[in-house]
């Protein structure tokens, strides 16, 4: 299994920056891709970013130019750096982890973006 935690979230002006971290322990040595994903107030759940254990990004469009996924060199930490916020950036943002077939989800750090 694999424990999840997430941490950088708050509140930030529009067009400010903030870095979430998550920091992954359990059998990551078996993780295939780490990711973002985020829910505002009454919408679903959204991916904003992967990175496989590669190192292949993919991201929503909704961010692309804006958002960068990395990891640290032991992959026990993922980071997503969030610049340019928008208002519509609102949302609790979760660390997702694929193993063996199965998403390990972390719980949330809230990020709200003021106009």
């Known amino acids: 299994q694999v424990q999840l935690v997430e941490s950088g979230g708050g509140l930030v002006q529009a067009g400010g920056s903030l870095r979430l971290s998550c920091a992954a322990s359990?059998?990551?040595?078996?993780?295939?891709?780490m990711g973002w994903y985020r829910q505002a107030p009454g919408k679903q759940r959204e991916l904003v970013a992967t990175?496989?254990?590669?190192?292949?990004?993919n991201y929503a469009d909704s961010v692309k130019g804006r958002v960068t996924i990395s990891r640290d060199s032991t992959k026990r930490t993922v980071y997503l750096e969030m610049n340019s916020l928008k208002p519509e950036d609102t949302a609790v943002y979760y660390c997702?982890?694929?193993?063996?077939?199965?998403?390990?989800w972390g719980q949330g750090t809230q990020v709200t973006v003021s106009s």
């Open positions: 997702t982890a694929l193993l063996w077939g199965i998403d390990y």
């Open positions: 359990g059998r990551i040595g078996s993780i295939s891709r």
């Open positions: 990175i496989t254990g590669g190192g292949s990004t």
